[in-house]
């Protein structure tokens, strides 16, 4: 037996408060598709610079017609979660039977009024979803309204975020597979990891869980970017990726499979960003990647890599798509002909106009050339071969 994330999200650095909670509700939704009967929650304000306070947790089960169970769930025998600045701790063990296939809610209240400034977030409506009430009330708390802070940015503004909580995970059997999807926004935002956790969990119920490891705008080599537009400055990209992989990866869960998805914005960032000191090459990318393959195959897992997607945008001038290109399908030609993972997807191939490869189709992003959409997200998992990935395949 052991414990296995059922549901996980990275707590992202703001570095700035992001807005406060008062007599308010938070309810986060995900479907479960592993079995056992007792279950723990993460804890988290990690990057929250003052205490954090929660009046109640309980987890549910969502049933038919709105029925449901639930249960509270304590620290220290408490039902009162207090949260220090950076602080990050289990819950006591709960005896609470979860079963593949339902839909379990996550229910938090806070009374007094309480400064957030560690959140987790997504984008994509397709699978988890969260809502903010005020406490005995029915109408929803705009996101937008409870954390002024992401009106700073388009893409800030449109995400859902959570706070206090950054996963759940169930005591199970053995044989359950993890899979860890680790990149950037692409994955972060999960179009592309609801569809392929969708998929997964039609095709191998109660057998395999899928948490999502990605950071908006993080790079493989380097730390976050500098964008004075952002909060922060963009802090929340994160560390690079060869620095944060083993923790994030493997700190908390012992991942199986890992599918990596990075390198986009080592390459269009030191352009857009006007930061050439901080351009990286192909060679250095394939190298990166290789600390990322035998970082995984040091801890006994599987890893997956995937070719970088077209990021080109008619707003882009040509000289931006050239300098662009020369590094994405070098890099892509490599990871074609293997650099040690043991298999990979080919996004590139399955997403780019045929007619004009630095390009994706049109139908398969958000507008800006880069972010797959829902449908964009559906496409990339369909390419995905469920039998390698879980090892079935020779």
């Given at each position: ?156 503004k449109e995400a859902s975020y ?13 044989q359950v597979k993890t899979v ?196 964009g997200g559906e496409q990339m ?14």
């Amino acid at each position: 037996m052991k414990w296995v994330s059922t549901f996980s999200y990275l707590p992202v650095d703001f570095t700035v408060e992001m807005g406060e909670a008062e007599n308010q509700t938070q309810e986060i939704f995900f479907d479960n598709n592993i079995e056992g009967d007792q279950v723990r929650l993460r804890f988290s304000n990690r990057y929250g610079k003052k205490p954090l306070e929660l009046a109640g947790v309980e987890v549910s089960v969502l049933g038919a017609e709105g029925t449901e169970k639930c249960h509270p769930v304590t620290r220290h025998g408490s039902p009162r979660i207090c949260l220090k600045p950076g602080e990050e701790c289990w819950s006591d063990e709960t005896t609470f039977a979860v079963a593949a296939g339902e839909r379990i809610c996550i229910r938090t209240q806070v009374d007094k009024r309480q400064s957030i400034g560690s959140l987790c977030m997504f984008w994509s409506a397709t699978g988890p979803a969260v809502q903010l009430k005020e406490t005995g009330g029915d109408q929803e708390i705009s996101f937008r309204k409870a954390y002024p802070v992401i009106l700073q940015d388009e893409y800030l503004k449109e995400a859902s975020y959570f706070y206090g909580i950054s996963g759940m995970q169930v005591w199970t059997k053995d044989q359950v597979k993890t899979v860890a999807m680790f990149g950037d926004s692409i994955t972060h935002m999960s179009y592309l990891s609801n569809a392929l956790t969708r998929r997964l969990y039609a095709q191998y119920p109660g057998k395999v869980a899928v948490v999502n490891r990605g950071l908006g705008g993080n790079r493989l080599l380097r730390d976050a970017s500098e964008a004075l537009w952002l909060p922060g400055k963009g802090s929340n990209s994160g560390d690079a990726g060869i620095r944060r992989f083993e923790k994030d990866v493997f700190g908390e869960d012992t991942a199986d499979l890992v599918m990596v998805l990075e390198g986009v914005n080592d390459i269009m960032h030191p352009v857009k960003l006007e930061h050439p000191g901080e351009k990286a090459t192909a060679r250095e990318l394939v190298e990166g990647l290789g600390k990322l393959i035998q970082t995984a195959h040091g801890h006994g897992a599987r890893i997956f890599g995937g070719t970088i997607l077209p990021c080109a945008h008619e707003s882009y001038c040509q000289a931006w798509i050239q300098e662009f290109e020369e590094i994405r399908l070098e890099v892509n030609k490599k990871i074609r002909e293997g650099v040690g993972f043991d298999g990979w997807v080919d996004y590139d191939a399955g997403l780019r106009n045929e007619e004009n490869p630095a390009f994706m189709q049109e139908k398969f992003h958000m507008g800006d050339g880069l972010h797959p959409n829902d449908l964009g997200g559906e496409q990339m998992a369909e390419l995905v071969d469920l039998a390698e990935l879980m090892g079935e395949k020779d």
